[in-house]
């Protein structure tokens, strides 16, 4: 069992000043983000798949005990949304999953806002996955917060991710061996930084799921204005060094 935190993606150009050393080389980005968190969401692979050079860079610019989440293409979400035509997408991303070896974190599917709940659908998608990976999911309708969907998640070991975004808030309910969170600020648009109210609260939660046997990973994805450094940087204080790479 492990906590892992971190932010949705580390290039952000608002970060050289306030995160990164002002005159710090962009191609020096990783290896500095990855000497302060030991996990990282890759947001780049939602838009178009990595070359096989960048997924080896990222492998050699981190520590052996990095773990990269890796946000699925939209082509499988948005596109085909979770259709059995998404199978060739799903080959190239396990071609590219292997490359970072025990690298590899969870794969994070983030749906729509305008695709309902399907409970055919999600199961037969999850049939097509490919086996000894860890799954999660970020809803943006809340038809699929009901329990037909969450009872198919836990059969499969599947997270629901416990996602803040303003379109459908999860609830903040544990379904599988693991916990995916993800920060999108505290308006759910993407910027402004947490209360620290609302940090303690998630670090006396991720402290006692982990007691209670499960792997938890957050990652902050309100990055406007460095705040996702920031309040990741403080959650792991919070948390008291229990936040790997501490």
């Excluded at 997924?55 to 979770?82: C, G, M, N, Y």
């Excluded at 709940?117 to 999911?137: N, W």
């Excluded at 939660?205 to 990652?219: H, I, N, P, R």
Aim: hydrophobic share 40%; proline share 7%.
């Amino acid at each position: 069992m492990q906590i892992l935190v971190g932010t949705s993606g580390w290039h952000y150009d608002s970060w050289w000043g306030p995160f990164f050393p002002e005159r710090l080389p962009k191609k020096d980005a990783l290896r500095f983000y990855a000497s302060r968190f030991a996990t990282t969401e890759l947001n780049a692979p939602f838009y178009r798949t990595p070359t096989v050079k960048a997924v080896q860079a990222w492998v050699e610019q981190t520590p052996a005990d990095f773990s990269f989440a890796w946000k699925a293409s939209r082509f499988i979400t948005h596109w085909k949304r979770l259709s059995d035509q998404s199978a060739n997408s799903l080959d190239l991303m396990e071609s590219r999953l292997k490359l970072l070896g025990h690298k590899a974190g969870p794969v994070l599917f983030q749906l729509p806002p305008q695709m309902r709940a399907d409970r055919e659908r999600l199961a037969s998608f999850l049939d097509m996955l490919a086996t000894g990976r860890r799954y999660a999911f970020e809803f943006r309708h809340p038809s699929w917060y009901e329990p037909p969907i969450l009872d198919l998640l836990k059969e499969y070991d599947a997270s629901l991710c416990l996602s803040d975004h303003a379109d459908a808030p999860a609830p903040w309910l544990p379904v599988a061996s693991f916990v995916y969170v993800r920060g999108h600020g505290p308006s759910g648009r993407y910027h402004g930084s947490y209360p620290d109210a609302t940090l303690r609260r998630w670090a006396r939660d991720f402290q006692q799921w982990e007691k209670a046997g499960l792997s938890v990973y957050c990652y902050f994805d309100n990055d406007q204005k460095s705040a996702a450094p920031a309040d990741a940087g403080r959650l792991k204080a919070l948390l008291g060094g229990k936040a790997h790479g501490s």
